[in-house]
């Protein structure tokens, strides 16, 4: 294969950066599964616990479609793809086909009526986008959460380059979902997650100039009124509005002082998205997304990523590979292409 990858957005990644680009799919797996066995669910009381059932059924520490898409879309980044370009878009869009066929436990509707019928081959992803829009402007189908659960990966694709991870979580969203709500919340959260791995913290304001002019103070009210909110509030959270107010609002309404464990704020953060109710597995693996780019792996417990796994096979090296491979660009550690 050629080397498509971005050489402008790379960057070199020191240790504790690293590390932080490793949890964000793990994060996102863990979040997953322990939202799994509530989803929908009566409102329970306790710590959530991996084991398994819900919408699937799932077994213990088994994820659902948002880890399952989110996969999809890091083999192919993994090889240090430029998410923007057609041939890299078809290969996402080809896996979301072939994942719908033979792996998906359990669909959004707005990614069902898209992928429904689909064929995969030269130009499926614009035959995706042309659906997601016809969908779209006959349906009114288009905003749901579905884009936004899968697009921690996406965050990793150009660490370097701002207006790079927009353009792919735009590209990626737009595959599916053709609402421009569900482009901005994925282009928002990609853009907070890039920002937590090089730089170490939590900023979802910070890019809001990514997105059209119009709808930045829409959004900035948005992300407000959801900065250290009851993550409760916001439902029902399909919508990927409420489903990205929920996720911010578990992240920040748990961070205590800043002697804070990782670990402890990355746990509480989780059991909070949980306890959002309604779409559980969807708000705590966006969440998750953004809690391992900011605390990284090391910060996830054992207790979880030993569970942890799920379509296509996948457990948690597996996960921590492919979102490594794609923080650097597709190398390696010795700076060999994954390909």
Known sequence: MADHSSGSARIPLDPA????????????????????????????????????????????????DDTQMAACV?????????????????????????????????????????????????????RLAASAIWEFASTGLGAGNGALMRTGIVGLCALGDRVQTARAARAVSELTH???????????????????????????????????????????????????????????????????QAAWAAITSTLGSSR?????????????????????DTVAAIAGALLGARWGASAVPTRYRSQVHGWPGLGDSDLVRLAVLTARGGADERGSSAT
């Open 17 to 64: 950066s690293l590390d932080r680009a490793a949890g964000v799919l793990l994060a996102a797996a863990v979040g997953d599964a322990l939202g799994v066995p509530y989803e929908f669910a009566p409102p329970f009381a306790g710590d959530p616990e991996m084991k398994g059932g819900g919408l699937g059924p799932y077994a213990p520490g088994e994820y659902s």
């Open 74 to 126: 890091a083999e192919v980044a993994a090889t240090g793809a430029d998410l923007t370009q057609p041939w890299a878009l078809d290969a996402i869009a080809d896996r979301f086909i072939a994942w719908i066929r033979d792996g998906a436990s359990d669909v959004g509707n707005s990614t069902r009526a898209v992928l429904r019928g689909a064929e995969p081959g030269p130009g499926s992803a614009a």
């Open 178 to 244: 053709a609402d421009p709500l569900a482009a901005d919340s994925c282009i928002l959260w990609s853009e907070a997650i890039r920002v937590a791995v090089i730089e170490g913290r939590f900023d979802l304001l910070g890019g809001l100039d990514l997105i059209e002019e119009h709808r930045q103070s829409q959004w900035r009210a948005w992300i407000d009124q959801a900065t250290g909110a009851d993550p409760a509030s916001f439902g029902p959270n399909g919508f990927t509005v409420t489903a990205l």
């Open 260 to 280: 804070m464990i990782a670990a402890d704020h990355l746990t509480s953060a989780l059991f909070a998205a949980v306890h959002a109710e309604n779409d559980t």
